[in-house]
C-alpha cells in the first residue's frame, strides 16, 4: 500500500520565524482517505514532460504569469531540479531508484482545494508512492527544497519500501537533503528552539517518532518534530560523517532492523545517540 508521507519545513527569513509546514504524513488509514484523488490520472489539464528519472505532471496556469510558452520553461527547470535531486540523493545515500518517479505539480490553488483539509498544518507536499507539490508562479527556492524533500521520501520508499524508515529518520534525512539543496543548515535560531525544548522539557523523544509519518501531531508538536529529526541528522553527518549516513541506509535496507543499524553504523543505540546531540544543546 502507498505510503503518503508528509513533511513540514521550518525557514527562518530575515531573522523572523516563519513556520512554513508542508507536510507529507503517511498512515494506511490516511493513504486509502487520500488514495483517490492523491492517484488521479493527468485529467487532460496536466501537462505530461519525462526525463531520465521522472516523469512530470503539471497543471501550474503557468502561461497567465510567464508568457504563452513559459510552461515549457517551467517544466524543463523543475525536471532540471528534480533530476539533481535525483544525483544528491544517490550520492548522499547511495540510493538510486531503477524506475521513473512520478510527479505532479499542482496549481496552488488547486493543491489548497485538493488536499489542505487533509492536513493540520499548510501543506506544500505528500508523497504517497508518487510526488505531489504544490506549484508557484515560478521555480524559487522553497518549491526546488519542497521537490528535493519529496524526492527523499520516494528514493527511500522505492529501496526499501513504506515504513521501514520511522519518521524521525524519513523526515530528518528529507528535511537534511532540502536544505542542502537550499545551500543551508540549521541556524542559531533553530538551534535555540531545539534548546529550550530539551531544557523546558518538552522535547520529544525520537523513540516516540518513529512511526510511520508525524500525521497525528498538531502543528506546534509537528514543528518541533521536523527540526528535531533534523537537528538528529544534522548531528550524525557532522560529528560521525556523512558517509556514515548511506552505511545507517544500507544497513537498515539489509536487516531491516534500526536498533541493529544503528549499532553496526554507530556503535550507538538510539537513546546514546539522542543523548549525545542533546548534550551539545545545553
Ligand atoms: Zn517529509
Redesign the pocket.
Known sequence: MPTP???ASIQTTRGVWLVLLSV?LVTAGFASTLAPEARAEPDGHFQERKSAHFRLYQDVDIEKYSGPHGWRRFELQLLDILERAYDRVGNLLGIWPGHHVRVSVYDPGVFDAKYQGYFGFRAVGF?DGAIHVRGATRVDAALAGTLN??YT?AAIQAEVGPGLFPAWL??GL?EYVEAQAMGRRLGPGQYRVLTEASRQGTWLPLESLAGPSFAHLSGDSASLAYLESHGMIEYLARRHGEQKLRWLCQELARTRNLDRALDRTYHRSLAELESELRAELR
Open positions: 508521507s508528509r513533511r507529507a508523497f524533500h519529496e521520501h524519513n523526515e528529507a
